[in-house]
């Protein structure tokens, strides 16, 4: 099933091959425009037959970026060299899509940063402003101007970043987010509800939201309150539950092989929407008992993509398939 094709909406991958978005901090300067790293960074995943590359996080405002040298889609001016990226991308048979993201109270540029409640990560970061209702509505249009620019630069897969104790996933969890109105309490799924409905309005390609399925706190989510939240995600014409846990608080992680695949499987299974499946996934056989165990639709590669671009030929040579060539390597391959 690896290499099976999986189509959403008009959108046909030719794997289910995911490369999982991973912040470079290669900006050569601090305005957030597409560098030679990212270009041939990830057209070298596109040459390795990787089905979907998702562009890692990339600011919807610059008060949102985790670092200076983060990825912008906040300014017209960023539209360029991301279709670049996006030519460049296609021409070698893979999809890509972009990763939108506000990094709410764990941001570390200059200025303000902003957060549901002020209340800083941990002792090393800055205690952010709550944010008012103005911060909030034009933060939710960022994210609707950001969906806009991608879909002009050429993407064919958005992802809203709602994971890892960035700003939405500060509103999502009850550790980060004692609002008192309308955006806290029974109300925490309400800015992310707001997100996709804003970015539905400019875009009606294939959509997917990534998740911290548990918040691993005793008075955190666990992936109960993410299978409701999913439940929500679908109504709204969400596509796909990206699935990773964690980093909404500090915490030990207990990190082992496939560890967050049973979160993508009950999410799937219960919530009945489609999932991707990430976390020290390494091997080709482990990816296709995910898959044919039903546990997840797609199969997000992180860090084993950095070290081997050509993973999906790895993992094709360790299932017995044979993946075909990208042409100038057919002598090779
Ligand atoms: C990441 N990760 C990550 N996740 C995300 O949602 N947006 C991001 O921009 C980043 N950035 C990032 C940078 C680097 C260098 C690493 C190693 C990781 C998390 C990543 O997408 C993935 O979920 C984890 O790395 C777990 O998968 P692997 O690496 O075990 O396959």
Redesign the pocket.
């Known amino acids: 099933m690896l290499f099976s094709p999986y189509t959403i909406r008009d959108v046909t991958f030719k794997n289910r091959i995911v490369m ?4 470079m901090y290669a900006c050569d300067g601090e305005d957030g425009t597409v560098h030679n790293w990212h270009l041939v960074h990830y057209a070298t995943r596109a040459v390795g037959q990787v089905g979907l590359i998702i562009v ?2 990339t600011a919807v405002t610059p008060q949102g970026r985790i670092s200076v040298r983060d990825l912008g889609i906040w300014d017209d001016n960023h539209i360029d060299g991301l279709r670049t990226l996006t030519t460049l991308v296609h021409e070698q048979g893979a999809k890509i899509g972009i ?1 939108l ?1 506000h990094a709410g109270r764990k941001a570390t540029v200059s200025g303000e940063i902003i957060a549901p409640s002020p209340i800083p990560f941990d002792e090393t970061m800055r205690t952010p402003k709550e944010m008012t209702k103005e911060d909030i509505e034009e933060t939710i249009h960022a994210f609707q101007q950001g969906a806009r620019r991608a879909k002009e630069a050429g993407f064919d897969v958005i992802e809203i ?1 709602a ?2 104790g960035y700003l939405i996933n500060e509103f999502l969890s009850p550790l980060t987010n004692k609002r008192t109105d309308e955006y806290g309490g029974e109300n925490r799924y309400r800015f992310l509800s707001e997100i996709i409905e804003a970015v539905k309005e400019v875009w009606n390609g294939p959509l997917f939201v ?1 998740i911290s399925a548990h918040d691993y706190h005793p008075d955190g989510l666990t992936v109960k309150d993410y299978v409701e939240y999913a439940k929500q995600m679908k109504a709204q014409g969400v596509d796909l539950i990206d699935v ?1 846990s964690g980093a909404v608080v500090p915490a030990k992680i207990d990190a082992y092989p496939g560890y967050q695949v049973p979160f993508a499987e009950t999410i799937r299974r219960e919530a009945n929407v489609p999932t991707g499946a ?5 091997s080709g056989l482990q990816a296709e008992e995910i898959l044919r165990n039903g546990r997840a639709d797609l199969i ?5 993509l ?1 070290r081997n671009p050509y993973w999906p030929k790895t993992a094709s040579s360790e299932l017995g398939i044979s993946l075909e060539a990208p042409k100038p390597y057919v002598r090779g391959w």
């Open positions: 999982s978005p991973m912040c890692e996080a990763q993201a970043h994971a890892h990534r990773s990430v976390g020290l996934i390494t997000f590669i992180g860090r084993e950095l």
